[in-house]
């Protein structure tokens, strides 16, 4: 089974004139794809300058596949209404999902390692994951939020793997209290 080619384009102009051009288009297409903004979810960019440049909404940076950004390089290329143009469009190789976690009861600590490790997106692995449980028996019947815990499980490691199933992961994350993702770095190819 064949896999798209996943990219980030760059499109400079109006933030919300590149969103709304990116979603009507998406949506426009008959074999419409995953699209991603990278500002909504939380991917780290490269440089100082492409950050602030997205900050002051003059350019839009939107993770998709190879053939729809294409598609829409050629549109924007066509159109002299928008005032959008697209410096640059980057192929990606994988993308990589930093957390952590630390939690007190074996309880949370069972739910934690399930949303950790259950369930991956296909071509998604787990790497540098080496849960460390700890526990004290002389601090049991200490409170939750007291600076001693009988039980402690906590862990850092990464998500590595294709573009869709390490946003899906992210996604999952997002809402959960005891595990902390950092920002999503995306590898582009060289």
């Known amino acids: 089974m064949s896999h ?7 499109i400079s102009g109006p933030g919300d004139q590149a969103i709304g051009f990116v979603e009507g288009f998406r949506l426009a297409c008959e074999a419409p794809g ?4 990278a500002g909504r ?3 780290d960019l490269e440089s ?7 900050k002051l909404r003059r350019d839009t940076f939107v993770i998709c596949s190879k053939a729809l950004a294409e598609a829409m390089s050629e549109a924007l290329g066509a ?3 928008l005032e959008l143009e697209v410096p640059s469009v980057r192929e990606i190789e994988y993308a990589e999902l930093p957390f952590r976690y630390e939690v007190y009861s074996r309880e949370e600590a069972s739910a934690v390692r399930k949303v950790i490790e259950d369930r991956l997106p296909e071509g998604v692995r787990l790497e540098g994951y080496e849960p460390e449980e700890r526990v004290l028996d002389d601090a049991r019947g200490v409170e939750l939020y007291g600076p001693v815990h009988d039980y402690t499980l906590s862990a850092s490691g990464r998500y590595v793997g294709p573009v869709p199933g390490v946003l899906a992961l992210a996604e999952r994350l997002s809402d959960q209290t005891f595990i902390h993702p950092d920002k999503i770095h995306l590898q582009h190819a060289t």
């Open 48 to 54: 100082f300058f492409e950050t602030l440049r997205s």
């Open 34 to 37: 995953q699209v991603w903004f």
């Open 41 to 43: 979810e939380n991917v």
């Open 79 to 81: 159109s002299e209404l």
């Open 4 to 10: 798209p080619t996943y990219v980030e384009i760059e």
